[in-house]
């Protein structure tokens, strides 16, 4: 069984960092692109990073280029998401998700992706 789980988020100030983290159980993350998502109240989950398996490529939504950075550690079975000069339209819950087809990338929308985390909030006050 597939699991993955967010944490690291939090309330935090608009400028202010966080680092999410993604550990994955049940199988290798090593073969699959993992991403990360986000849906704030009343909206549709949104595509915010994505990184390939070997960490070499990532592919961002506009929104968060250049303030986010998506990296993974194999080793660890586990992805990670650094946020910097937050806002408030940043809040959200945060998922992480794992590829549904090996060595595909870019992976941007949900239902290419198979298995999902729980989520983690991330409240950002302006």
């Known amino acids: 069984q597939v699991q993955l789980v967010e944490s690291g988020g939090g309330s935090v100030q608009a400028g202010d960092s966080l680092r999410l983290s993604c550990a994955a159980s049940?199988?290798?993350?090593?073969?699959?692109?993992m991403g990360w998502f986000r849906q704030a109240p009343g909206k549709e989950r949104e595509f915010v990073a994505a990184?390939?398996?070997?960490?070499?490529?990532?592919s961002y939504t506009d929104s968060v280029k250049g303030r986010f950075t998506v990296s993974r550690d194999n080793a660890k079975n586990t992805v990670y998401l650094q946020m910097t000069s937050l806002n408030a339209e940043d809040t959200a819950v945060y998922y992480c998700a794992s590829g549904r087809t090996p060595l595909v990338f870019p992976l941007s929308t949900p239902d290419q992706y198979a298995y999902w985390g729980q989520g983690t909030q991330v409240t950002v006050s302006s």
């Open positions: 049940g199988r290798s993350i090593s073969p699959y692109t």
């Open positions: 990184i390939s398996l070997n960490g070499v490529r990532t």
